[in-house]
């Protein structure tokens, strides 16, 4: 079983730039296939990017490609998302989650992960 906690949310411009860290518990960090995922008010949990276990692979959302970077540091058992340009419509509580896997595979279906953190929220301001 894996912990998550996210951090680094907050309050930016649009334009801006935040970097989140979502932290896991664990030994085993790096057999798991990890995911950002985001909710707006009023709105269904969203898929924002993936990255396998490895790190190789990721996938994003067509609405954060080229503006989110998704990546993972195995040894500090921690996993990022570099937010850049940020836009009004990115306001969200950002979640983290994670599925231990044995292929090298990213997941982008929200039903396929077991684990999620509490959420960090981010607001852009226009």
């Known amino acids: 079983q894996v912990q998550l906690v996210e951090s680094g949310g907050g309050l930016v411009q649009a334009g801006g730039s935040l970097r989140l860290s979502c932290a896991a518990s664990?030994?085993?960090?790096?057999?798991?296939?990890m995911g950002w995922f985001r909710q707006a008010p009023g709105k269904e949990r969203e898929f924002v990017a993936a990255?396998?276990?490895?790190?190789?692979?990721?996938s994003y959302a067509d609405s954060v490609k080229g503006r989110f970077t998704i990546s993972r540091d195995n040894a500090k058992n921690s996993m990022y998302l570099q937010m850049s340009s940020l836009k009004p419509e990115d306001t969200a509580v950002y979640y983290c989650a994670a599925k231990r896997t044995l292929y090298r595979r990213v997941i982008v279906s929200e039903i396929e992960y077991d684990y999620w953190g509490q959420g960090t929220q981010v607001t852009v301001s226009s």
């Open positions: 990255i396998s276990w490895t790190g190789v692979s990721t």
């Open positions: 664990g030994r085993t960090f790096s057999s798991y296939a």
